[in-house]
């Protein structure tokens, strides 16, 4: 039987009901590839739905194929039991094999592919995560932080078709948590991995994530690329205190004169404080809402470097005294931003639909 | 000579009855350790306590009914005729049988223990770097249930050495084939021996005070998964 069909990306169909919870769940849109975030809150479906595209839930009449190849499908009896599928897994807690070495805990999955399916070299994944110097320790003389990259550099050294990760980073303190993110940004850039992500942190979905897929109590409410997620104004994410939109730039120009970088997006450019990243480097800005402001006129007399011209998309209130409103900065409307303003300045600008106007951004946030 | 040449007879079958048991079980009983620990059947319940019986029941009642099962009219018994072999009571196989179950629990639950403890979590993972069933069995469960694989055997070893009232039910009292430490004691009592009956039982004191020494001594680091 073959198991393989011509689609590219991730189509996933799950139905399970336990304990009063319901899981409802037809993807048929994933990315096969860059970082998907599956986020909601605690008890939205997110890991089950997680466990179930590894097989750890076995779901009854469920259906999965990966970037053209298909592990599940009810209609044929198909059922590819985890161990058979070719995937890396990241659980919360590290959950390294006590009894093993760092480095024999990297190789135990690695011995079991096949060499022609290797495209992951050890090295590499110990390079990746950093962990050269921790290969002869016992998991229990790691600390929290290493020992979750170690657990990542052991999924990674599998060469997985598809890496999945359970919040790797919730088990951890802020400060480790700075401490991996690095290496998940490097992962991203550097391996060709589609990453399924699992978080209910805003942050780290702004920080990774390309695609988004939003989930509620077992459903999905919403899915698609990370920039137009986070400012749909129907969604909850824009109505957040820390709501912004992402855009993605490369590293243009330094001026050393004035210890400014500027960078380069589709539909305009942003300065910033001289970043130490060589010219050409991709960087991912974060501009929350609350630092967005609107001008009718362009002030050529203000302290704000950033101002961009944009276009209203959309206004949407956001509590009795202030508005989210949605513009784009260029005419093709490829860079969505967001700014949170009081109704007052919406009446005193008289603003609406399809209006042209310029955004004052006041501070720009350079991630990676 | 301390021991006579029956009593050194008497510790090395005793000795030989505790080593085949333990060996028998470590296979018998970790099937059904591991289907306790899993299971989430109504059956668990009634299970488990038929293999705790043996803990609460006298013994003498479990050799009663092994001695009726293995006795010519019984369906053990029918079956070993069948096969040629004759009946096994009073014989050093049927002790094996007998012991079998009478020590059943001592291996179960400390390794059904070592399983709950163990948990879903490494199984799942090694599940995640493409180990089979099997492989996971040899390479993940049984290293961390070592310890739990350790105590279930010493005890189960200590307890068969101890065993006497099954003993006596099907197995008897003759020289080299069924004639165990506990029964040689009783029988040197019997026989108002009670120099040799002291000698012997020191030696039983002895060897039950080290095991338990061993096991009490001798703790596991946990380790954290």
Same mark, same amino acid.
């Given at each position: 039987?073959?198991?393989?069909?011509?689609?590219?990306?991730?189509?996933?169909?799950?139905?399970?009901?336990?304990?009063?919870?319901?899981?409802?769940?037809?993807?048929?849109?994933?990315?096969?590839?860059?970082?998907?975030?599956?986020?909601?809150?605690?008890?939205?479906?997110?890991?089950?739905?997680?466990?179930?595209?590894?097989?750890?839930?076995?779901?009854?009449?469920?259906?999965?194929?990966?970037?053209?190849?298909?592990?599940?499908?009810?209609?044929?009896?198909?059922?590819?039991?985890?161990?058979?599928?070719?995937?890396?897994?990241?659980?919360?807690?590290?959950?390294?094999?006590?009894?093993?070495?760092?480095?024999?805990?990297?190789?135990?999955?690695?011995?079991?592919?096949?060499?022609?399916?290797?495209?992951?070299?050890?090295?590499?994944?110990?390079?990746?995560?950093?962990?050269?110097?921790?290969?002869?320790?016992?998991?229990?003389?790691?600390?929290?932080?290493?020992?979750?990259?170690?657990?990542?550099?052991?999924?990674?050294?599998?060469?997985?078709?598809?890496?999945?990760?359970?919040?790797?980073?919730?088990?951890?303190?802020?400060?480790?948590?700075?401490?991996?993110?690095?290496?998940?940004?490097?992962?991203?850039?550097?391996?060709?991995?589609?990453?399924?992500?699992?978080?209910?942190?805003?942050?780290?979905?702004?920080?990774?994530?390309?695609?988004?897929?939003?989930?509620?109590?077992?459903?999905?409410?919403?899915?698609?690329?990370?920039?137009?997620?986070?400012?749909?104004?129907?969604?909850?994410?824009?109505?957040?205190?820390?709501?912004?939109?992402?855009?993605?730039?490369?590293?243009?120009?330094?001026?050393?004169?004035?210890?400014?970088?500027?960078?380069?997006?589709?539909?305009?450019?942003?300065?910033?404080?001289?970043?130490?990243?060589?010219?050409?480097?991709?960087?991912?800005?974060?501009?929350?809402?609350?630092?967005?402001?609107?001008?009718?006129?362009?002030?050529?007399?203000?302290?704000?470097?950033?101002?961009?011209?944009?276009?209203?998309?959309?206004?949407?209130?956001?509590?009795?005294?202030?508005?989210?409103?949605?513009?784009?900065?260029?005419?093709?409307?490829?860079?969505?931003?967001?700014?949170?303003?009081?109704?007052?300045?919406?009446?005193?600008?008289?603003?609406?639909?399809?209006?042209?106007?310029?955004?004052?951004?006041?501070?720009?946030?350079?991630?990676? | 000579?301390?021991?006579?040449?029956?009593?050194?007879?008497?510790?090395?079958?005793?000795?030989?009855?505790?080593?085949?048991?333990?060996?028998?079980?470590?296979?018998?009983?970790?099937?059904?350790?591991?289907?306790? %620990?899993? @299971?989430?059947?109504?059956?668990?319940?009634?299970?488990?306590?038929? =293999?705790? #019986? *043996? $803990?609460? !029941? &006298?013994?003498?009642?479990?050799?009663?009914?092994?001695?009726?099962?293995?006795?010519?009219?019984?369906?053990?018994?029918?079956?070993?005729?069948?096969?040629?072999?004759?009946?096994?009571?009073?014989?050093?196989?049927?002790?094996?049988?007998?012991?079998?179950?009478?020590?059943?629990?001592?291996?179960?639950?400390?390794?059904?223990?070592?399983?709950?403890?163990?948990?879903?979590?490494?199984?799942?993972? %090694?599940? @995640?770097?493409?180990?089979?069933?099997?492989?996971?069995?040899?390479? =993940?469960? #049984? *290293? $961390?249930? !070592? &310890?739990?694989?350790?105590?279930?055997?010493?005890?189960?070893?200590?307890?068969?050495?101890?065993?006497?009232?099954?003993?006596?039910?099907?197995?008897?009292?003759?020289?080299?084939?069924?004639?165990?430490?506990?029964?040689?004691?009783?029988?040197?009592?019997?026989?108002?021996?009670?120099?040799?009956?002291?000698?012997?039982?020191?030696?039983?004191?002895?060897?039950?005070?080290?095991?338990?020494?061993?096991?009490?001594?001798?703790?596991?680091?946990?380790?954290?998964?």
């Amino acid at each position: 039987m073959s198991t393989t069909i011509t689609h590219s990306g991730i189509q996933a169909r799950f139905f399970l009901r336990f304990d009063g919870f319901t899981l409802d769940v037809d993807l048929d849109d994933l990315p096969g590839r860059g970082v998907t975030a599956l986020f909601g809150h605690s008890g939205s479906g997110k890991t089950t739905l997680l466990r179930c595209i590894a097989g750890l839930e076995r779901v009854p009449g469920g259906y999965l194929a990966v970037n053209g190849e298909v592990w599940q499908d009810a209609s044929r009896a198909l059922f590819k039991p985890t161990h058979q599928r070719p995937l890396g897994y990241v659980f919360q807690e590290a959950s390294l094999f006590p009894h093993l070495s760092v480095r024999r805990n990297l190789e135990y999955g690695r011995q079991r592919v096949p060499h022609s399916e290797r495209r992951v070299a050890l090295e590499q994944a110990i390079e990746l995560l950093g962990i050269g110097h921790l290969l002869e320790r016992k998991p229990d003389q790691l600390s929290g932080g290493e020992r979750q990259r170690v657990g990542i550099a052991r999924a990674l050294a599998t060469s997985p078709r598809l890496l999945l990760m359970d919040e790797p980073l919730a088990a951890l303190d802020s400060k480790r948590k700075r401490e991996i993110l690095p290496y998940l940004e490097r992962l991203h850039a550097e391996l060709d991995i589609p990453v399924l992500y699992v978080t209910h942190s805003p942050e780290e979905v702004a920080q990774l994530a390309d695609h988004l897929v939003l989930l509620e109590q077992g459903r999905v409410v919403a899915s698609g690329a990370l920039g137009e997620m986070l400012v749909r104004l129907d969604l909850p994410l824009a109505h957040e205190d820390e709501a912004g939109a992402v855009i993605d730039a490369m590293v243009a120009v330094h001026d050393d004169l004035y210890q400014l970088t500027t960078l380069e997006f589709d539909g305009g450019r942003l300065v910033v404080a001289r970043s130490a990243q060589p010219l050409g480097t991709p960087v991912r800005l974060r501009i929350h809402a609350r630092d967005v402001s609107l001008a009718l006129a362009r002030h050529d007399d203000s302290s704000i470097l950033n101002i961009l011209p944009a276009q209203v998309m959309a206004i949407e209130p956001a509590g009795p005294a202030q508005v989210l409103v949605k513009l784009c900065a260029d005419s093709a409307g490829r860079t969505p931003l967001l700014a949170r303003i009081t109704r007052k300045s919406v009446d005193a600008l008289s603003l609406a639909v399809g209006q042209s106007l310029y955004v004052q951004i006041k501070s720009v946030a350079l991630m990676g | 000579m301390l021991l006579s040449q029956g009593d050194l007879q008497a510790i090395v079958l005793t000795l030989e009855l505790a080593g085949i048991v333990t060996a028998i079980l470590l296979v018998v009983a970790t099937p059904i350790a591991w289907w306790l %620990a899993r @299971t989430k059947s109504w059956w668990k319940g009634p299970v488990g306590a038929v =293999v705790a #019986l *043996p $803990l609460v !029941l &006298p013994p003498s009642v479990l050799g009663f009914y092994l001695l009726l099962a293995m006795g010519p009219h019984g369906p053990v018994g029918q079956l070993t005729q069948w096969l040629g072999i004759g009946t096994l009571p009073f014989t050093f196989w049927g002790l094996v049988i007998g012991s079998v179950f009478y020590s059943l629990p001592f291996m179960v639950q400390p390794v059904q223990n070592a399983f709950e403890t163990i948990g879903e979590r490494p199984l799942e993972v %090694a599940a @995640t770097l493409r180990a089979g069933p099997w492989d996971t069995f040899f390479t =993940v469960l #049984l *290293p $961390l249930a !070592l &310890p739990g694989f350790l105590t279930a055997s010493i005890l189960t070893f200590a307890h068969t050495v101890g065993e006497f009232g099954v003993v006596l039910m099907i197995g008897g009292n003759i020289p080299d084939e069924t004639r165990v430490a506990s029964v040689q004691i009783y029988d040197h009592v019997e026989a108002l021996e009670y120099g040799e009956a002291h000698r012997l039982s020191v030696v039983m004191l002895l060897f039950s005070f080290l095991v338990l020494l061993t096991l009490y001594a001798w703790r596991p680091n946990r380790r954290k998964f």
